[in-house]
């Protein structure tokens, strides 16, 4: 077995070991100032280039470590790794960076469940033997990261739905996750009280069933509650990450994966409240279970025991919404699909130019991912005073003239409020109902990630502008002009 490539402490006392600290303990800063200037869109950007100056120094300062034995190995996953992380992320849509952050978060668990191992079995092969703490963190860092890869893969296949989105479940699936669990856990034990074993068997061993429970925990959850899967990834990666440091002896490894840890926790907790859901019910619940699917035509018709769709055509909708005061936009994840920010940031300028007030409400779990609308629309330049959150925009839509949903359907749901036996039942909506008139744009009649027909679409108030989202508004958009 070769060596590790970084020792498992750093001493203190040379020039050299002192500069490293000093530049991790200047890493550490940058990640905290960009992980709070995250917190806006004004300055979300300029974090993240903060945060990511902080991972270059803390990357340049850990190749002077002394205990680096081997410069190939590094050279050779850098330059393997750039390339593929550069173009990847220079390639995504905005609609995928739901997936590719599920991908990154699983590279990031896989890459610490591969240092745990080598750790271990590095302080095997020496023959000194492993402390009881490194042993407990690398075994730790291993399951948890384990579970995080395999997780954040599935989740990755389901947000990029290449496979379904529905719960998919085994017969006893909670028996089977509580077993492979506590056979991880008991090997992990095992290991610890025992000595003179060979360790290789045992720890490929959790590491199997560590991931095939990664496999098996977010099968069975929803696409629906990909957000809060989401955050609780990340969390485990920041965890796992935590423990990995403090296996190796690394204190800015220890700090960053606290922090992200600590900021996954709370988000979790932050999207588990939006959708009033609690976090137990959304990892170990099934959601959504529904087959779903609503039986109206695409140009309307009835459904839902003779209610009927009401559907309108662009030139309708342009001048309802021409000759309205007030006008709210509700964004949901088919405004992303059909690229259509700029032609909705379009209308509102259109909008605007005849005296009407437009606003955007964003639903803390509208989209893929928390604050998916939000990057959304910013990149489409829309002006962040314009963005409001549900609490603060729901008490308005009883005084909006037009409420316009492009793309969204759980998050605007009546059954939530109305239907105690609905699978969404108690989920925070936009009250998008309370309006005067409501447009819906959507390609058909099928049903969101819970799998529930929504009964706005049955409102008498409501019309359907059936079609592709930016056609349909590039064409509302012209009819603007001419009204």
Do not use: C
């Given at each position: 077995?070769?060596?590790?490539?970084?020792?498992?402490?750093?001493?203190?006392?040379?020039?050299?070991?002192?500069?490293?600290?000093?530049?991790?303990?200047?890493?550490?800063?940058?990640?905290?100032?960009?992980?709070?200037?995250?917190?806006?869109?004004?300055?979300?950007?300029?974090?993240?280039?903060?945060?990511?100056?902080?991972?270059?120094?803390?990357?340049?300062?850990?190749?002077?470590?002394?205990?680096?034995?081997?410069y190939e190995w590094i050279a050779l996953g850098t330059i393997l790794g750039a390339p593929i992380g550069y173009f990847s992320a220079k390639k995504v849509k905005m609609t995928s960076m739901p997936e590719m952050v599920a991908l990154f978060n699983g590279v990031g668990g896989g890459a610490v469940a591969?240092?745990?191992?080598?750790?271990?079995?590095?302080?095997?092969?020496?023959?000194?033997?492993?402390?009881?703490?490194?042993?407990?963190?690398?075994?730790?860092?291993?399951?948890?990261?384990?579970?995080?890869?395999w997780g954040s893969v599935v989740a990755f296949l389901k947000l990029?739905?290449?496979?379904?989105?529905?719960?998919?479940?085994?017969?006893g699936q909670k028996l089977i996750n509580a077993a492979l669990f506590l056979g991880a856990i008991g090997i992990a034990g095992y290991l610890l009280v025992s000595s003179g074993m060979d360790p290789y068997s045992y720890t490929i061993g959790i590491a199997v069933l560590a991931g095939v429970l990664g496999l098996f925990f977010v099968l069975p959850i929803g696409g629906a509650d990909m957000p809060v899967v989401i955050s609780t990834l990340n969390a485990m990666t920041g965890l796992a990450?935590?423990?990995?440091?403090?296996?190796?002896?690394?204190?800015?490894?220890?700090v960053a994966g606290m922090i992200v840890g600590a900021s996954g926790t709370i988000l979790t907790n932050l999207m588990a409240v939006a959708m009033n859901r609690t976090i137990a019910g959304v990892l170990f619940g099934s959601f959504g279970a529904g087959t779903g699917g609503g039986t109206a035509p695409a140009g309307g018709g009835a459904s839902r025991e003779g209610a009927t769709v009401?559907?309108?055509?662009?030139?309708?909708?342009?001048?309802?919404?021409?000759?309205?005061?007030n006008v709210?936009?509700?964004?949901?994840?088919?405004?992303?699909?059909?690229?259509?920010?700029?032609?909705?940031?379009?209308?509102?300028?259109?909008?605007e130019s005849k005296g009407v007030t437009v606003k955007y409400a964003i639903h803390p779990v509208a989209g893929r991912m928390p604050g998916h609308m939000n990057v959304l629309l910013a990149e489409a330049d829309v002006p962040y005073d314009q963005l409001v959150e549900m609490d603060d925009i729901n008490p308005e839509f009883e005084r909006a003239d037009v409420a316009i949903v492009v793309g969204a359907n759980d998050v605007t749901n009546p059954a939530a409020k109305n239907s105690p036996d609905s699978p969404i039942y108690?989920?925070?909506?936009?009250?998008?109902?309370?309006?005067?008139?409501?447009i819906v744009l959507k390609r058909g009649m099928s049903s969101g990630y819970a799998g529930i027909e929504n009964e706005l679409y049955y409102d008498p108030k409501t019309q359907m502008l059936f079609g592709d989202a930016k056609d349909s508004l590039s064409e509302v958009v012209q009819e603007l002009k001419n009204v």
């Open positions: 077995m070769t060596a590790p490539l970084i020792a498992s402490s750093v001493g203190g006392g040379t020039t050299t070991e002192h500069i490293i600290n000093v530049a991790y303990l200047v890493a550490v800063i940058l990640f905290i100032v960009g992980l709070k200037k995250l917190t806006s869109p004004t300055t979300a950007r300029q974090g993240n280039m903060i945060a990511g100056l902080g991972m270059v120094i803390a990357l340049i300062a850990t190749l002077f470590l002394e205990e680096i034995v081997t591969l240092i745990a191992l080598s750790e271990y079995f590095h302080w095997t092969d020496t023959g000194a033997g492993i402390t009881t703490d490194v042993e407990v963190a690398s075994l730790f860092s291993l399951i948890i990261g384990s579970i995080s890869f990029s739905e290449r496979i379904s989105g529905r719960p998919i479940a085994l017969p990450a935590a423990a990995a440091g403090f296996a190796l002896g690394n204190s800015a490894l220890i009401r559907s309108t055509d662009a030139a309708s909708a342009a001048i309802l919404m021409a000759y309205a005061q709210i936009v509700v964004p949901g994840y088919g405004l992303a699909v059909a690229q259509a920010q700029h032609t909705v940031r379009e209308m509102a300028d259109e909008l108690g989920m925070p909506i936009l009250e998008v109902d309370q309006a005067h008139n409501v």
